[in-house]
């Protein structure tokens, strides 16, 4: 790997994996004592290699440098004999024994039960999405903040929020205990699912970092894949979800970062290879009687890696939105329902459904209708048109409205 | 050509805690400024980051005390070597320096002074 991209890749991997390693070994109430060394750690690197050149093997060094600043903190009798070590269970009298296992087995596993303390049900969904992205992805508060349209104050204070709740609530961090195991999943899958559309919808013009939050989503959840007690058919349905959007990435936007339809994307440009691996985590996922709106979306991504309209296709995506439906109501999802009746029964059909809903405070909602009156009555399509334009709140989005408008006037 | 030691002061708080990504820029840009000074063939020598802590400083009546570091403003924390065919040159190598650029520092030219040069 070239130096330039060496360095940023070490920080986020790294960072995030000696966070885990030794917040699991303080317990999560030091978390930022963690968080501390980690960063020394990378402190040194700056102020060593910048001289000397990067060492040979630099993830080597970087696991030296910090079981020494350990030993060292905790030598200097600093806030660690007095505050933390009582509480450290294995630690002897002796300095020399104090041993920060990172071997990638313990990485791993102190990540893994990292992310159920982080997705614990007492603190918010944009919370422990926040907190996920800072302690397991090595992400920056900068990069959050862009993530989530946000200011560095905002997500501070959000983040030390969620860690102060963490502290009082005394949270462990292990694997839940197998009977609570499928409840504390949940959970962590919903953070993942949210994370990933965090990257996948966010309207940051920063498309790596867009990119980047897909990838953490997924590299978390193949953690969790390669987990026995975590590898569940939800958790296979998820990632299999992520898989089928994620093929579509490249042809999401043009190169003035314009979001470009599904109708009008190169689909020789969709990713096969992430696809078949949809495909086969979705059959995976099958393994079991239960089905989640994982299961159901990950379907309906499915089907929509199939560009060509068959009647097949939306015959199948109406079903399956019929069930989600039942599941877990969503307006987005009952509005993409409609849609899937307009290619199955016809547009006529679909207004009067869409109409029923009465969504009169959603954007989409108006897009729909404008999109179903359009061959039907002009004006009424760009009159819908129009109240989607007033309530878009992204100028990409606006944009496309006004082309939409602009196409049924001409 | 000449070779001309730079000298880093920097005039950070040594109670500063730079984040994990300010680290990533500092390292970069500063890996970048080095690896394009050895491109040109300017690098005569790397030199090295003189520590803070576990510091002394002698002096005579076998007095010894720890550095003096944070009661002064500017502390040297490290040096290399440039060789280049003037002064003005290597001032505009230290120009570049990231702890220049971004502040945060100083960068000290001189002159290291060679035997056949008694200017």
Same mark, same amino acid.
């Given at each position: 790997m070239a130096e330039q991209q060496l360095i940023p890749h070490l920080f986020r991997t790294e960072y995030s994996k000696l966070v885990a390693v030794l917040c699991k070994y303080f317990g999560i109430e030091h978390i930022e004592a963690a968080e501390d060394i980690a960063s020394e750690t990378f402190l040194s690197a700056l102020e060593t290699w910048t001289y000397k050149g990067i060492p040979q093997n630099p993830v080597a060094w970087l696991y030296a440098v910090a079981k020494n600043k350990v030993k060292n903190q905790i030598s200097r009798k600093h806030l660690f004999t007095e505050k933390i070590a009582p509480q450290i269970?294995? !630690?002897?009298? /002796?300095? *020399?024994? %104090?041993e920060i296992d990172l071997s990638e087995k313990n990485i791993t596993d102190s990540q893994l039960q990292m992310l159920f303390a982080l997705c614990h049900p007492s603190i918010s969904a944009e919370a422990q999405i926040g907190l996920s992205l800072r %302690? !397991?992805? *090595?992400? *920056?508060i900068d990069e959050i903040a862009n993530a989530f349209l946000s200011n560095k104050e905002t997500i501070n204070k959000r983040l030390y929020r969620a860690k102060e709740i963490l502290r009082l609530n005394k949270v462990e961090i292990e694997f839940p205990p197998e009977t609570e195991i499928s409840k504390r999943l949940e959970t962590v899958l919903t953070t993942l699912y949210l994370l990933f559309n965090e990257g996948y919808y966010s309207e940051s013009r920063d498309t790596i970092l867009r990119e980047d939050l897909c990838l953490e989503a997924v590299r978390l959840t193949y953690l969790l894949i390669d987990n026995e007690s975590t590898n569940q058919p939800n958790t296979n349905a998820l990632l299999a979800l992520m898989c089928f959007h994620s093929s579509r990435f490249a042809t999401r936007r043009n190169e003035n970062g314009e979001i470009i339809l599904y109708n009008d994307? /190169?689909? +020789? !440009?969709? /990713?096969k290879e992430l696809i078949s691996k949809g495909i086969y985590f979705l059959k995976q996922s099958s393994q079991g009687n239960t089905i989640s709106k994982y299961h159901l979306e990950a379907s309906i991504a499915y089907w929509h890696t199939i560009k060509n309209d068959t009647k097949e296709k939306w015959e199948n995506i109406l079903q399956l939105y019929n069930h989600l439906l039942q599941i877990q109501y969503s307006p987005i999802a009952a509005l993409n329902r409609t849609y899937a009746i307009s290619k199955t029964y016809g547009k006529q059909e679909a207004i009067l459904e869409a109409e029923k @809903?009465? @969504? +009169? #405070? #959603?954007q989409y909602y108006f897009s729909l209708l404008g999109e179903l009156y359009k061959d039907i009555d002009s004006k009424k399509a760009i009159a819908n048109f129009e109240k989607a334009y007033s309530l878009a709140i992204t100028q990409s989005e606006k944009q496309i409205i006004k082309k939409k408008i602009e196409k049924i006037l001409q | 050509m000449k070779e001309f030691v730079l000298i880093f002061r920097t005039s950070a708080n040594p109670d500063f805690k730079p984040s994990a990504e300010q680290i990533q820029q500092m390292m970069t840009s500063w890996m970048d400024w080095m690896n394009g000074i050895e491109a040109k063939g300017q690098l005569a020598n790397r030199g090295t980051r003189l520590g803070i802590s576990n510091a002394k400083v002698v002096m005579p009546g076998n007095m010894v005390t720890n550095g003096p570091f944070t009661e002064v403003k500017e502390f040297i924390n490290g040096y290399m070597i440039v060789k280049t065919n003037s002064i003005d040159e290597a001032v505009k190598i230290a120009k570049e320096c990231p702890m220049v650029k971004g502040g945060g520092g100083s960068v000290e030219v001189r002159t290291a002074v060679s035997s056949d040069d008694n200017s």
């Open positions: 269970k294995y !630690l002897s009298s /002796d300095i *020399g024994e %104090i %302690i !397991l992805c *090595g992400f *920056g994307q /190169d689909e +020789t !440009l969709w /990713d @809903l009465q @969504l +009169t #405070n #959603n | -």
